[in-house]
DNA sequence: ATGGTAGCACGGCTA
């Protein structure tokens, strides 16, 4: 059995004490790293390798950096995207982690957020460069998703996408209608990519769950009020999807001091 | 209530 994570700390150096608490706790072998908020000198490498856990990272300064933690040895390792002409953002990096015969390629994940949608009242753009910018890189993700799958590997592609799948996914429907992770045209590129023949793992094993939440904002006492947002997801090949036995989120980790806006969501793959 | 909170880095952006 392999247990896979995906959490966007919120910067690895604020929330290093509580990621080393969660990582002994909940024992997980892969675990996908979003926001980490650093570069990959500054990355806090020697305690997380202590626990065991190889890295791979893509880091960046001040925003965005993703990283791959495994239990397993980490192979085929790329950072970003392809087609980054002018792409300068840290939001994407992808290894191969073995487990005995359970090879997995895994990938984490920070899709662009979007907001604000409205363009600058200058300029005839019907949207906002940030919305332009995150639309385009879910096109980016879809073409690359679809050349993965069609390597027909077990794979997983884990992080936070910034997109609200349905009105299930979030406490208030209607005041998120014209926000950047609810919008249409984020929602049906989402639906794209899981038309490609992905399978979301939380709602595949939880369909009528309700206020099943990843984040909860800082502000306006939303985790007390379970204000929360399902946009953190693991998204699964066929042959990843064949061995999934298990999925949930970990909310335990949104409670503590110092918590991130977001909390872990994993998964187990199992071979029959 | 054009607010509220957090992180980075020390002013303003991002979320």
Request: hydrophobic share 40%; aromatic share 10%.
């Amino acid at each position: 059995m392999v247990k896979i994570a995906t959490w966007n700390v919120n910067s690895v150096k604020a929330r290093l004490p509580n990621l080393l608490a969660w990582l002994g706790d909940a024992a997980p072998d892969v675990v996908l790293l979003q926001e980490i908020k650093c570069v990959d000198d500054a990355f806090p490498r020697m305690e997380i390798e202590d626990l065991g856990y190889n890295l791979a990272v893509h880091g960046q300064k001040t925003y965005n950096g993703v990283a791959i933690l495994s239990k397993g040895p980490l192979d085929d390792i790329r950072r970003g995207l392809p087609e980054g002409d002018g792409d300068d953002h840290a939001r994407y990096i992808e290894a191969v982690a073995s487990f005995g015969d359970l090879v997995l390629r895994v990938a984490s994940i920070y899709l662009p957020n979007g907001n604000p949608v409205d363009a600058d009242p200058v300029g005839s753009a019907p949207f906002s460069d940030k919305y332009r910018f995150k639309l385009a890189w879910m096109d980016r993700l879809r073409r690359h998703a679809q050349a993965t799958l069609a390597l027909e590997e077990p794979t997983v592609f884990g992080g936070d996408y910034n997109v609200i799948p349905t009105a299930d996914d979030v406490y208030a429907p209607d005041a998120w209608r014209e926000d950047a992770l609810f919008r249409l045209e984020s929602r049906e590129k989402f639906r794209a990519i899981i038309h490609l023949g992905l399978t979301d793992a939380y709602r595949a094993l939880h369909p009528d769950e309700t206020r099943a939440y990843t984040f909860w904002d800082y502000q306006a006492g939303a985790w007390q009020r379970d204000n929360g947002l399902r946009i953190d997801h693991l998204l699964l090949s066929p042959q990843a999807a064949d061995l999934l036995t298990a999925c949930d989120i970990d909310k335990a980790p949104r409670g503590r001091e110092k918590a991130s806006d977001h909390t872990p969501i994993w998964c187990e793959l199992q071979r029959p």
